[in-house]
């Protein structure tokens, strides 16, 4: 395996604590989680995790900085996140390999820095455009202003935790808030790292503060009577947890969940682009590790045999190894308890008689030490099954056929599950009719997966309620007031 300077940047971060105030403290109030490099399976460091007092302070102290924060000029926030965005651009490479090691992302497949530093700068361009409106009744004046909620909790995933932050932190703090971000034991990193380059781009001290912990500095964030706002990222058990825990205070939530993203395939399609987008989002980005990704992939029986066969060819073909490496596409899992549960799946999926075409198995030789899977894919998958029913987080797809339109879409929209979906077809018409049918927060048509800052991302049922990104973002962190003036 491949070394790199950025490890110097990891042991630093882990050792200076947390950011509470503008200042870093270390705390292991709640214990302490021993980070492995999943590549290799070996503790790289010793993660302090935040207890209740440490919550405490950070909220005091975002407390504290918000109202100057959101009494200043918009042009003069924008002005710092814009800074912002150019110091992650700047540290592109170094936000890459941080990932890496993070948790295991490869570093040519995700750009952590650059990812972030469009949403950063995105959400820039709101700072002035937050303005009310008025509204013409008679002789009172009536308007409608926009006003920050205070401080808001940001907890973003351990698949993109820096990039998490700028779906969540940047439209925040555009609109005036404070933030108290909790980074995940699992993956800390990128947060931390972000929450650094936000100080040197200016932002006051306690408008962010960053609190790395599990489920217990969760619960007493969430829990907070402080907190104004939560922002979650992450499964719908523990999204319960939390909606429970902030229903105390009736603390607002907004929630992107999990997925079990559907890909249809006509045979009108163009069938090479969506067993590439098969094999390669459904079973090799992320190593399968994200909620949007299209693991259950339905194809019309005149053709399935020829989109199978060309799912595992792509499969067999997509480069696995170390993640530093950069023609690396296929790294390792999050971690050795995702790895046991993600080989569990593959075995039960067996068990319910699918047919395993590719994978199936923990990698060996020079892989052997680290959280390796064989990108997977299973054919003649039961729609009722676990595969197909259940989001795996893992590097598997689900192959599973079908005869109809009509049946198409009633087998995508039987899911708890309402993310995302990917519909490969030529008929205009029959795409107008899925947009509208499809019970999904997002439908890629004959694409290849993205998420724009631009434009609303988020899920229906079981995958969350709230938006991410466009127009929708900022509302989600601003709250309305109505004022009535008489003559």
């Not at 700047?90 to 820095?113: C, I, K």
């Not at 523990?238 to 907004?254: D, G, I, N, Y």
């Not at 590719?358 to 009722?384: C, I, S």
Request: proline content about 6%.
């Amino acid at each position: 395996m491949r070394t790199t300077g950025t490890s110097a940047v990891l042991s630093r971060l882990a050792a200076q604590g947390h950011l509470i105030g503008g200042g870093w403290r270390t705390s292991h109030a709640a214990g302490t989680h021993a980070h492995h490099y999943a590549a290799t399976g070996q503790v790289q460091a010793e993660v302090g995790l935040a207890g209740a007092a440490d919550v405490d302070d950070a909220v005091a102290a975002a407390g504290r900085a918000q109202p100057a924060w959101a009494a200043l000029p918009p042009t003069r926030r924008a002005a710092i996140l814009y800074r912002l965005a150019d110091l992650l651009e700047a540290h592109a490479d170094e936000a890459a390999e941080l990932a890496t090691l993070d948790n295991g992302t490869p570093v040519g497949v995700m750009q952590p820095g650059h990812y972030t530093a469009a949403w950063v700068r995105y959400y820039a361009g709101w700072c002035d455009k937050l303005g009310g409106e008025a509204l013409a009744s008679g002789r009172t004046t009536t308007s409608v202003r926009l006003e920050p909620f205070g401080v808001v909790a940001v907890i973003p995933p351990w698949n993109g935790s820096m990039m998490g932050m700028g779906q969540k932190a940047a439209p925040a703090l555009a609109a005036g808030n404070a933030v108290v971000a909790k980074p995940p034991e699992l993956a800390p990193f990128g947060v931390l790292r972000f929450a650094e380059l936000a100080a040197e781009a200016g932002l006051p001290p306690g408008v962010l503060n960053v609190l790395v912990g599990g489920a217990t500095t969760g619960g007493a964030l969430a829990g907070h009577a402080g907190i104004d706002k939560i922002s979650f990222t992450g499964g719908a058990p523990t999204a319960r947890r939390l909606m429970a825990t902030a229903a105390e205070h009736l603390t607002p939530l907004a929630l992107e969940l999990g997925g079990k993203s559907p890909l249809i395939v006509f045979p009108d399609a163009d069938l090479d682009r969506a067993a590439s987008v098969a094999a390669h989002l459904g079973a090799a980005l992320l190593s399968g590790q994200g909620c949007a990704l299209p693991t259950r992939t339905y194809v019309h029986r005149d053709v399935y045999d020829e989109v199978a066969a060309k799912v595992v060819a792509a499969v067999g073909a997509v480069p696995v190894g170390d993640p530093l490496d950069p023609a690396t596409l296929v790294g390792p899992v999050v971690s050795e308890p995702a790895m046991e549960r993600i080989l569990g799946t593959i075995g039960r999926a067996r068990s319910d008689g699918a047919t395993l075409l590719a994978g199936g198995a923990r990698l060996g030789g020079e892989l052997a030490a680290g959280w390796f899977v064989a990108p997977t894919v299973f054919g003649d998958v039961d729609h009722h099954s676990d595969l197909a029913r259940n989001e795996v987080f893992g590097p598997v797809q689900a192959l599973l056929r079908f005869d109809s339109e009509d049946e198409a879409l009633a087998l995508a929209n039987d899911s708890p599950y309402g993310l995302a979906a990917y519909l490969y077809t030529a008929d205009p018409r029959r795409t107008e009719r899925f947009v509208r049918g499809l019970d999904t927060g997002t439908v890629q048509v004959n694409g290849t997966g993205r998420i724009s800052p631009a434009a609303p991302f988020g899920g229906t049922k079981q995958s969350g309620f709230g938006r991410e990104g466009g127009r929708a973002g900022s509302e989600e962190m601003v709250q309305t007031k109505t004022v009535y003036t008489d003559p």
